[in-house]
């Protein structure tokens, strides 16, 4: 509901939205104590539509090549705007084992 509160007070700010599908770091954790994950993963979230419902402007950004057209378009609204942004966190229990060593099993 903050998104509402934001497009009543008329504020405008760009918010990035990393989506990976999952509650990353959750599984992640699951992963490497339990060898499985449980609950952590979300369907497709149409963001461009969320953001229009509440009357702020969406945008998905497909491919990196896209970023500076979007950004700037986003720059120019006077709403809240959300960037849906795809990631893929597959490096991350190697990430996270090289910055703690002593979790490692």
Do not use: C
């Not at 992963?31 to 009357?55: Q, T």
Request: hydrophobic share 35%; net charge negative; glycine share 6%.
């Amino acid at each position: 509901m903050e998104l509402e509160t934001a497009v009543r007070n008329k504020q405008h700010f760009i918010h990035f939205v990393w989506r990976d599908g999952s509650y990353d770091m959750v599984k992640e954790q699951e992963l490497m104590k339990y060898k499985r994950e449980a609950g952590v993963k979300f369907g497709k979230v149409n963001l461009v539509d969320f953001a229009k419902a509440f009357g702020a402007k969406g945008y998905e950004l497909e491919h990196p090549d896209q970023f500076e057209q979007i950004f700037a378009e986003a720059s120019k609204q006077t709403v809240p705007v959300l960037i849906d942004i795809p990631i893929d966190y597959s490096d991350n229990p190697e990430l996270f084992k090289a910055g703690y060593p002593d979790t490692n099993q």
